[in-house]
């Protein structure tokens, strides 16, 4: 499905902490991200996109508009998703990762804006945080047609004339004919990546000294 | 569940651009052209019938095997906004200590290149060409003189870079405290710990019958070996790639190993292969290079003195000389965290159309390298075969044991594991050891790095490498060597020095593996 990347202002992290920060020990665990879409009318979110930096759990509250008068409140749409199996090892911590859709717990219909709410319980790692976030909304759907009225709306079927004997049924011939002629497109457009096995050029292989970069 | 099916299309695109390139992919289309000529297959359902006809016949077996060992192989497609070096290697830092320590090794070759004055690589003269090829199967006889190599890096020099290895965003802190590892390791990977272990390797369970315990000579034949023989020929007959992996994971007969491996790595001897080993040969003929004195160096230091291996001097050239020269090989760098070094033809510098690979396989051996092909000539006799046998084997396992990356087979994971199951089931010695100033790990990683090769009896490592196979993992080699400390404990807790705890444990060609494994993961006490 083809999706477009909605341009997007990601505010500077905010840590939450519990008491003063210079003069408690540890560091804070849970960060907040704000993201705004300033110059985006209110959109369908498809997916969201980023990669992870030693983030162990991530929540997402999404604020939507709404057609009343009401004020856009503020709604989970993902709870404690886990990124990191185990948050004092390395597995996850760097990966890429994409959330969709489907995977929200509300509708996603009219994003205003988005509140990631980043969660590393773990004391051994000196920061974390997500990186490279970005925003996708659905893309444009291929342009509506207007088909000629007899395509779309078809006489109904004629009796067919009978068959001429020996000849076989002209549907199953047609049917035969297209997978065939699948299989040849298939075929054509195939192609292999597979390396030839030179390692010289024009067989020369005198060598300078091996290269840094 | 949309994910999961993209996902899955995903691979399975993948794997179809794989075998297209492959020798099974055309063998399949002449089978397909020439089964047009057999009364079954009907135009109509054309697709359907051949299909019918490769299941009938054994070539979707094959296939299945061909599919099989993609999976086994190559990780499964990241997320379509990593870029190529995350599937090498995701974690940033590692791919940065792997790029320094790479710089490092070219540093060494340049200067030894710049030293002795001599080339890299130079075309062989006629002459030296035809003598060459006379003395091809007897390439051992030769005595280079080598005084003036050395080998570009030894185990030891590795084990340096690795004790180096930091996260930057990990706290170490200046003073001891529970974030730092007692070990020499200090990079929190995740590995398995031994219920985990457990689970992993079942059927080495203490209810499940094992070659190198159930077949030794108390034990009467028909309570398992008979019906394990039986079941290995069926395999074989089946020529099934995953029940062979299955299979081997409770040994393989000495008789039938040969073939399980060679099923297992999905390897036929086909005339294309026999003439793909024809032409790396020929290329070792027309082109000397200097890496090939690191592997008569090598060679002549570890395999030759050897009491196992030195009869197989000569394969070993054989096989280490034309492995250099294939560049099929450059393939596994897209999963591995090493890159290959490059360089230029002479005059041509920065110019991409003449920016070659050196070696053309992109491995440059160091110490010990050698040792990874000497156990498989006990196996294979025919050249081409061991050839590709080790061939894969390098692309699937060991190439996971001199590069820096935080797979759980990788050299790092398997140092982790092992320090971790050391502390863990056995905190007393590990306490002491370090206490001495002989840590664990200064001991084992030389046996982890080659695969115990040259440390165990053959036929002792050679079950090993069927758990290999069978699991599909390295982690066995940390499991053994936690193992062997932990056979050994009465007699470490008494030394007082790390000279003297190497001694210890100089000698490990009485263990029994099986037994030990067995013992450390299912019978200990914890």
Known sequence: ?213 | MLQEESDLSLVIAQIVQKLKGSNLYAQLERQAWASLQRPEIKLQSLKEDIKEFFKISGWEKKLQNAVYSELSVFPLPSHPAAPPEHLKEPLVYMRKAQGSWEKRILKSLNSMCTELSIPLARKRPVGEQKELLNKWNEMGTDEPDLSLFRPVYAPKDFLEVLINLRNPNYENGDSLSFRTHLGLIQVPLKVKDIPELKEFFVELGLTTGQLGIDDSTQVPPELFENEHVRIGQKVLAEQDSAAAQQYIRQGSPTALRAELWALILNISSQPEDILYYEQLKTNVIQHDLLVDSLIYKDVKLTASNDDYYFVFEDYLYQVLLCFSRDTSVLGHFAYNSASPPKSYIRGKLGLEEYAVFYPPNGVIPFHGFSMYVAPLCFLYHEPSKLYQIFREMYVRFFFRLHSISSHPSGIVSLCLLFETLLQTYLPQLFYHLREIGAQPLRISFKWMVRAFSGYLATDQLLLLWDRILGYNSLEILAVLAAAVFAFRAVNLMEVTSLAAAEAVLADLSTLKVMPLLQIFLFATVT
């Open chain 1, 1 to 213: 499905m083809s999706r477009v990347s909605v341009p997007c202002h990601v505010k500077g992290t905010v840590a939450l902490q519990v008491g003063d920060v210079r003069t408690s020990q540890g560091r804070p665990g849970v960060l907040v991200i704000d993201v705004t879409f300033p110059s985006v009318a209110p959109f369908e979110l498809q997916e969201i996109m980023f990669k992870n930096y030693y983030t162990a759990f991530l929540s997402i509250r999404v604020r939507q508009h709404t057609s009343t008068h009401t004020p856009p409140k503020w709604v989970t749409c993902l709870r404690d998703y886990c990124l990191m199996p185990d948050p004092h090892s390395e597995e996850g911590a760097q990966e890429y990762i994409s959330l969709f859709k489907h995977q929200m717990l509300c509708d996603m219909a009219k994003v205003l804006e988005l509140r990631l709410i980043l969660r590393q319980p773990s004391p051994l790692w000196v920061s974390f945080t997500v990186e490279e976030l970005q925003i996708y909304q659905q893309g444009p759907k291929s342009p509506s047609m207007t088909f000629p009225k007899w395509l779309s709306h078809p006489v109904p079927c004629e009796q067919p004339a009978p068959l001429i004997e020996g000849l076989p049924d002209p549907s199953r011939v047609s049917s035969e004919v297209q997978q065939m002629w699948a299989l040849t497109e298939m075929i054509r457009a195939s192609h292999t990546s597979t390396r030839i096995g030179r390692f010289d050029v024009d067989g020369c292989y005198d060598l300078n000294l091996l290269s840094y970069t």
